[in-house]
């Protein structure tokens, strides 16, 4: 069973930059298209970017668009999100998440994601 492990979260000021990486603990198997998911307190979990395997395609959230970059180096087979301009709304735990299939439909749903990493917290001080 392919896990994924987070990390890189941390407690920032408002206006801040953080970068989470994901990879995965196994290599033996091909973790297609990655994603980022984060549920804040008292919220439900929610969508935030995926990338193909190829990295050329990209997909964010309403609420991150133009702040967030997510990344891929297939070469160290690790994923990354690139956060700037955080706010306290950013604030939640982040999961990483990976597919088996390079289906590239609903990305934003957390059903077809067959992989997921424990969580890192991320917090946004204001």
């Known amino acids: 069973q392919v896990q994924l492990v987070e990390s890189g979260g941390g407690l920032v000021q408002a206006g801040g930059s953080l970068r989470l990486s994901c990879e995965p603990s196994k290599r033996a198997r091909t973790v297609y298209v990655m994603g980022w998911f984060r549920r804040a307190p008292g919220k439900e979990r929610e969508f935030v970017a995926a990338?193909?395997?190829?990295?050329?395609?990209?997909t964010y959230s309403d609420s991150v668009k133009g702040r967030f970059t997510i990344s891929r180096d297939n070469a160290k087979s690790t994923m990354y999100l690139e956060m700037n301009s955080l706010n306290p709304e950013d604030t939640a735990v982040y999961y990483c998440?990976?597919?088996?299939?390079?289906?590239?439909?609903?990305?934003?749903?957390?059903?077809?994601?067959?992989?997921w990493g424990q969580g890192t917290q991320v917090t946004v001080s204001s």
């Open positions: 990338v193909d395997w190829s990295g050329g395609i990209t």
């Open positions: 998440a990976g597919r088996s299939q390079p289906t590239l439909q609903t990305l934003d749903e957390s059903g077809p994601y067959d992989y």
